[in-house]
């Protein structure tokens, strides 16, 4: 037999509901939060350390099957396409703003006319003006995926600048993609090949209307002291005294702007220039009569920094698809706990009177 009372269907006063409030609370304090999960996650609202009066419960569950219209993108918030009066800060044109360092695998052509794939790290960037708040930077990386399937030439890259450039509204933009260039050698001696990699990058630039493209290549090689070399062959002379010359791995940054009207410029080209103004490169495949015949080499090339700088000069001003360049060289001696540094450039585009503090850090090699 069911007994049923009348109060059950009343509404209950404040009092009732202040004393209901201070059992629960009571309770909360000598239950664990799982406890309380179970009797009913909305109990929480109810606990003051919670602090989460007037908020509503939320499901915690992945929505599978959520599928996003345009109606429901309409009422999304976008922060960046603000009006220019959520900036912080001056209110100042911002030269680049983008995105650095998200890789993808990209086929460049060879010079010997095959293609090859490599895992790329891209830049890129756009001009801001003073009175926008920011940019949707994803943009910059949907609009470069278009272009990911070819095979890429600056005509490539200068389709994908022009794209991003005009889905971000802005007047100038960069593009930069960084790669490590994987390139036969044969040994010196023994007739062995090994694969050399190389440090590259590609850059497009545009300015005010006008577009630059420059390669930037780290090539790494072996120095030799001619003091060093001529106090050793001094011990040995006049003293009959076994001495050594110190020498050491050195990299030299090559960046170059090729000229407008100018063929193409492949990186074999660019590295094969280096190699035949400072012939010491390092080696990959050495069997002993390799060793010997480096230390022939250097011997026969030993080289200041400075003599370095102006010799890579030297044969980048006798190639006519080159404009403007920089050459900066880093020995990093064997004899001195420092390293010794030089900086040439030829024409405007690369000249400075400050240098990033950290420049000569990154042409440290390591193999």
């Known amino acids: 037999m069911n007994i049923h009372s009348s109060e059950l269907d009343q509404d209950p006063s404040r009092e009732e509901a202040e004393a209901a409030l201070a059992t629960l609370r009571r309770w909360a304090d000598v239950s664990s ?216 791995r050195s990299v030299a940054r090559v960046s170059v702007e090729m000229t407008p009207a100018c063929e193409r410029l492949w990186f074999e080209d660019l590295i094969d220039m280096c190699r035949a103004a400072v012939p010491t490169e390092t080696q990959v495949m050495v069997k002993r009569e390799d060793e010997q015949a480096f230390a022939e080499l250097n011997a026969a090339n030993p080289i200041f920094v400075e003599d370095a700088a102006r010799l890579f000069c030297e044969k980048l001003q006798q190639d006519p698809r080159i404009g403007d360049f920089r050459v900066i060289a880093s020995h990093q001696e064997s004899l001195h706990s420092h390293d010794a540094v030089s900086v040439l450039t030829e024409g405007p585009t690369f000249a400075a009177h400050s240098l990033d503090p950290k420049l000569f850090n990154t042409l440290f090699h390591v193999g």
């Open 33 to 248: 939060d799982s406890e309380i999960a179970e009797l009913d996650p909305l109990v929480s609202k109810l606990i003051p350390r919670e602090e989460l009066l007037n908020y509503p419960a939320l499901a915690r569950a992945y929505p599978e099957d959520f599928a996003v219209d345009d109606a429901y993108k309409a009422t999304l918030p976008d922060l960046q396409n603000g009006p220019s009066s959520l900036i912080k800060g001056a209110q100042q044109q911002i030269q680049h703003v983008g995105i650095s360092n998200f890789r993808l695998p990209i086929r460049f052509r060879a010079r010997d006319g095959g293609d090859i794939q490599l895992e790329t790290s891209v830049t890129g960037t756009v001009s801001l003006e003073a009175e926008k708040k920011g940019i949707n930077m994803s943009r910059i990386m949907r609009t470069f995926y278009k272009y990911a399937d070819r095979t890429f030439s600056t005509g490539v890259i200068e389709s994908a600048l022009e794209d991003y450039k005009a889905d971000l509204e802005s007047f100038d933009a960069r593009i930069q993609m960084r790669f490590s260039y994987p390139m036969r050698v044969k040994s010196l001696r023994s007739g062995l090949e090994g694969f050399q990699y190389y440090d590259v990058a590609l850059e497009l630039v545009e300015k005010d209307g006008v577009r630059q493209k420059f390669i930037h290549l780290d090539y790494v090689y072996s120095s030799t002291c001619p003091c060093s070399l001529e106090l050793s062959e001094h011990a040995r002379q006049f003293r009959g005294q076994l001495a050594t010359p110190h020498s050491q």
